[in-house]
């Protein structure tokens, strides 16, 4: 069958997603309503572990970050986020194999990371496996529920494979997530999906 959905410029896969804070099994495991007030280190980065350093050179997209991850690996400190983030990392340099090794490494300290499950999703995409880029994005929205980005990947996989009732309810639920000023992108191929799903059953009538 002929795809027959056309996509909106705007309509790009979202990007990787770096954790951005230490997890704990009881982060993974529950929400705190009472969440303690976290102290605020200003400049004092020899009182950050392996995995906060790297996290914060990461994030002013400083090439140290990746040693501090492997560093981070090495002590134990946040093994599978580490991984995950190193998988970004190596992921942008082009080292795709080593991107891959890492998100699924990092799947292996922790099944339910689900910012690896997403990123594995953005490489199986990039090489068009579409169906594994939709169970990793499935199971990404699965472990986290409020993973907006994972909707909206998973939209566009469905509407490639067209699964046009299937996308619609991903992006749905991705623009119950997000601002209305991000909705506004997912507006457009919403109702190309819906253009698309109804001319799909007309031509199945």
């Given at each position: ?121 953005n490489l199986y995409f990039e090489v068009n496996d579409f169906r594994l880029a939709q169970l990793h994005y499935e199971?990404?929205?699965?472990v986290d529920p409020s993973f907006a980005n994972a909707y909206f990947n998973l939209a566009l996989v469905q509407a ?35 253009k698309s799903l109804a001319t799909a059953k007309s031509r199945a009538s």
């Amino acid at each position: 069958m002929a795809q027959i959905i056309k996509f909106p410029a705007q309509a790009s896969k979202l990007g990787f997603k770096r954790v951005k804070k230490r997890k704990t099994e009881r982060d993974r495991d529950q929400l705190d309503l009472f969440p303690q007030p976290r102290a605020q280190i200003l400049n004092f980065e020899s009182g950050l572990s392996p995995f906060e350093q790297a996290l914060m050179l990461d994030e002013r997209g400083d090439l140290r970050s990746a040693g501090l991850y492997t560093r981070a690996i090495e002590e134990g400190d946040c093994v599978a986020d580490a991984y995950c983030n190193l998988g970004i990392i190596e992921s942008k340099n082009g080292n795709t194999v080593k991107a891959f090794d890492c998100f699924s490494t990092s799947l292996k300290h922790d099944e339910r990371h689900s910012e690896a499950h997403y990123n594995l999703g953005n490489l199986y995409f990039e090489v068009n496996d579409f169906r594994l880029a939709q169970l990793h994005y499935e199971l990404a929205g699965h472990v986290d529920p409020s993973f907006a980005n994972a909707y909206f990947n998973l939209a566009l996989v469905q509407a490639i494979n067209n699964d046009f009732e299937a996308a619609v309810t991903a992006l749905g639920k991705y623009r119950e997530l997000v601002p209305e000023e991000e909705g506004r992108i997912a507006e457009e191929l919403l109702d190309n999906l819906r253009k698309s799903l109804a001319t799909a059953k007309s031509r199945a009538s």
